[in-house]
């Protein structure tokens, strides 16, 4: 019961965006809400087992929603910018020094180390190639190595980020309370 | 006040043509298939946001100067575009260099390959 509410709350939310701005209650028409509500309740009971697989409901606390909102547009978008600069120096200058580098994740949640590997991937300059699924170490292609940083084994998921700690970001939005660090 | 969203628009528009052009001349320059990927997916994806963002800039302020709900409409999808051109580009991105690195396609001038040494 609870994933097909779930379901059906974002599908109707996700149709409410889509259609702001056709009418007057609110922005939207009555026809819009009433065939958007039928509508999510039909997607809602098709789709109850794709979105809440797990059976893991710890992302409807608001607490993590909101810093995911907050996580997303200003340390994200802070070292997204950073990188982006530095891969644009690079591909003026020409100066790179590639290689594949294992990253210790130490996140445990598949919603965790989903994010971490988007969010290596998306700033530019670092690119995640393949998971180690039992030890969940990430595989991190990088455009730059410092010199004599490729004969370490191990490199830590915060040394990845100069600027802020993401990793712990992420911590906070994904991983269960109760593990031990 | 309509100088001034135009004015931010045309910036926006400007740091988004300027990322997109250095994701390509990335990846005329960059020698192999995973440095070409961080020039061309990324770089390019930073530009887009910021065109999608003059978009959305140019949609709210026109609502807000006239306001007729199409525009309004513009900026929320522009802004939806956005959100999923930055999922989708992540994990596409992924799974193009996973495929390749399966497939046999190691970075050529590479100081290390710590993936093709634990041999998965």
């Known amino acids: 019961m ?13 149709y409410l965006i889509l259609t702001a701005g056709t009418g007057n209650i609110g922005l939207w028409s009555v026809t819009e809400l009433i065939m958007g509500a039928i509508l999510a309740v039909v997607t809602g ?22 810093r995911l909102l907050v996580y997303v547009p200003v340390p994200f978008f802070i070292e997204l910018t950073r990188a982006n600069l530095d891969v644009a120096y690079r591909v003026i200058t020409g100066r790179i020094r590639p290689g594949i580098i294992r990253v210790r994740s130490n996140l445990r949640t598949d919603l965790g180390i989903f994010m971490l590997a988007n969010s290596i ?12 699924e039992k030890t969940h170490d990430l595989f991190i292609h990088n455009i730059n ?11 830590e998921s915060t040394e990845l980020f100069s600027l802020i700690n993401l990793p712990a970001w992420i911590r906070k939005i994904a991983e269960h309370d109760k593990e031990a660090p | 006040m309509p100088g001034i969203l135009d004015l931010v628009t045309y910036v926006l528009l400007g740091i988004g043509i300027l990322f ?15 440095t070409r990927m961080h020039a061309t997916t990324k770089a390019t994806t930073f530009g887009s946001i910021f065109t999608s963002l003059a978009v959305i800039v140019y949609g709210l302020g026109l609502f807000i100067g006239n306001n007729d709900s199409q525009y309004l409409t513009l900026a929320i999808h522009a802004f ?15 799974a193009l260099a996973r495929a390749a690195h399966k497939s046999g396609q190691f970075p050529t001038p590479a100081v290390c390959d710590r993936l093709a040494e634990a041999k998965l």
């Open chain 1, 145 to 155: 190595l410092g010199e004599g940083e490729e004969k370490k084994e191990y490199f």
């Open chain 1, 2 to 14: 609870i994933p097909f509410l779930i379901t059906t709350f974002l599908a109707f939310l996700g």
């Open chain 2, 80 to 94: 939806l575009a956005m959100a999923m051109l930055a999922f989708t580009n992540a994990v596409s991105a992924h």
């Open chain 1, 45 to 66: 009971a098709l789709t109850r087992n794709f979105l809440c697989r797990s059976r893991d409901y710890r992302m409807l606390n608001p607490a993590r929603f909101l």
């Open chain 2, 20 to 34: 997109n052009a250095l994701g390509i001349i990335g990846l005329l320059r960059f020698p192999d298939l995973y």
């Open chain 1, 121 to 132: 991937t998306l700033t530019p300059g670092t690119l995640t190639v393949g998971i180690d």
